[in-house]
């Protein structure tokens, strides 16, 4: 790998508010480096994978796996939208917001990895998801998000329907698991360092410093 090249791997999941408030803050950092070559992938993972089709609604399921009380999950809500704006990303909480299962979001991430559409298509997700409040398991709101970014809509429609990449996804996030990645953001730098969580674009600058360091 050249001196101003850096890869970056990102484990993550569409219905993670922290994924999306992580990708800006790196965003941020990478936007400190002149001439520096990026290449960076998406990776799955499901927050809930045992999820039903018809989703449930977000503040029960938030008291259900973590325990929190209804204040707390509001003031949640309320510092991540602020966040957000903060980042220039709109978060649209309600008191009906829903979570759903991700599996066919990362079945199209998976193929639009291919077409060099995937970030554009990971962040056309996040979009539809926290500020549109539409259900990222429904294909048409998927295929939507495809044709936003300039994908074929009957390809997406095509790979939606058939599952050709199920397989693969699954065997993915298992990899990962394996790895040791339990949450999500996971961020891999260089395929050797591990930054976890939304850090700070500070942090992340100084790994990159580092790295670009050692390469050369």
Known sequence: MATNQIQIDIISDVMCPWCIVGYRRLEQALSKFDDLEVKLQWHPFELNPAMGSEGQHLGEHIAE??????????????????????????????DSSRIYNTLLAH???????ETGKQTDLKLALFSSYFTEQKNPDDIEVLIEAATKVGLDAAEARAVLSDKRFETAVKEEEQLWISRGIQAVPAIVF???????????????????????????
Do not use: C
């Open 107 to 113: 079945q199209l991430l998976y193929w639009a990895a």
């Open 190 to 216: 260089n395929q050797q360092y591990l930054v976890s969580g939304a850090q700070d674009p500070d942090t992340i600058a100084e790994l990159i410093t580092k790295l670009l360091a050692e390469a050369a």
């Open 65 to 94: 796996k973590y325990g929190s009380t209804p204040e707390q999950s509001a003031q949640n809500r309320q510092r991540l939208t602020q966040m957000g704006a903060d980042l220039g990303f709109e978060f649209n909480f309600s």
